[in-house]
């Protein structure tokens, strides 16, 4: 029973991870219908400006956490600004193949710059000591993870529920035609959404980091896929469908590591990706739509 709960901790630790790079991946497909597979590499970006901000700058977790998140959010607007809002009225192929092509150009643009060498993330950027709860350790970072992953998730609703940019969002989401008409700024709106979007997932590199240690130029390719599937899983378009999906994927892979099936943990999110799409393809969260032909 011990074990099982120990495995649920850390499950939870890895699936906030997942949510918080999800949320970007569903905003972005709630708003212009793209799937940005280049937002596993705004992660691995993420990572490594927290990385440098915490080496070479000498800063603590929580000020390379926000430097990153700033650069990220810069950075998901000048991709979506360069890449894709050229081809707003384009079909959804030629975007999806420019977003595979976005995702290509930064992975080995950043191999060009700095080479293909893993980083070491320092070990004891985190202060907080292990706890142990009737015999379940819990490690400072898996604290500092799920608290981190949390408050953001409660941040990104209040901006989505309650304030002027997130009801732009909403609406936009909904009809953006009749968004145009009412007088929102479309442009803005969807710059906004990959701002905040790529901003969860340069937190997300930086608890990554945090949490296995090491980081390398092509490591967002399994998280971002893994988190996509959790979107997915979900419900993509749907804000709390991701987060749901990312923990859920998060305790399915530390249940299957337990059980002696470590080689199958990345292979598992795959066949819960393909049992989602036969069985409910709208996602845990979503609700089927009937279309007039």
């Keep these: 029973m011990e074990q099982f709960i120990q495995q649920l901790v850390n499950g939870i630790s890895l699936g906030s991870i997942y949510a918080l790079i999800a949320l970007g991946y569903t905003m972005v497909y709630g708003i212009v219908k793209l799937i940005n597979f280049a937002h596993g590499d705004v992660f691995m970006v993420g990572a490594f400006i927290g990385f440098y901000s915490i080496t070479i700058l000498d800063l603590g977790f929580f000020p390379a956490l926000l430097i990153s998140m700033a650069a990220c959010a810069i950075f998901g607007v000048l991709i979506e600004r360069i890449a894709y809002k050229p081809l707003r009225n384009a079909t959804r192929i030629a975007a999806l193949i420019t977003a595979i092509g976005v995702s290509l150009f930064i992975e080995y ?23 142990e709860i009737f015999g379940v350790k819990i490690s400072g970072q898996s604290i500092m993870i799920l608290a981190v992953s ?47 979007g790529s901003a969860l997932a340069g937190a997300a590199g930086v608890v990554f980091g945090m949490y296995y240690t090491k980081i390398e130029p092509l490591m967002g390719i399994i998280p971002g896929l893994k988190a996509f599937v959790a979107a997915v899983l979900g419900g993509i378009g749907i804000i709390p469908g991701a987060m749901a999906g990312g923990l ?34 709208a996602g845990l969260f979503g609700k089927n739509v009937r279309e007039k032909v």
Excluded: C
């Design 109 to 131: 643009g950043t191999i060009y710059i700095r080479g293909a060498q893993p980083e070491a993330y320092p070990n004891n950027i985190v202060p907080l000591k292990s706890l």
């Design 248 to 281: 859920l994927l998060g305790v399915i892979e530390a249940l299957v590591s337990a059980t002696g099936g470590s080689l199958w943990r990345d292979a598992v999110a795959f066949i819960v990706l393909i049992l989602i799409l036969i069985f409910r393809p």
């Design 150 to 196: 949390i408050f953001l998730m409660i941040v990104l609703q209040f901006i989505v529920h309650k304030t002027k940019i997130g009801k732009a969002m909403r609406a936009v989401s909904h009809d953006m035609d009749a968004a145009k008409l009412m007088g929102i700024n479309v442009n803005n709106t969807i710059s906004a959404t990959f701002a905040i």
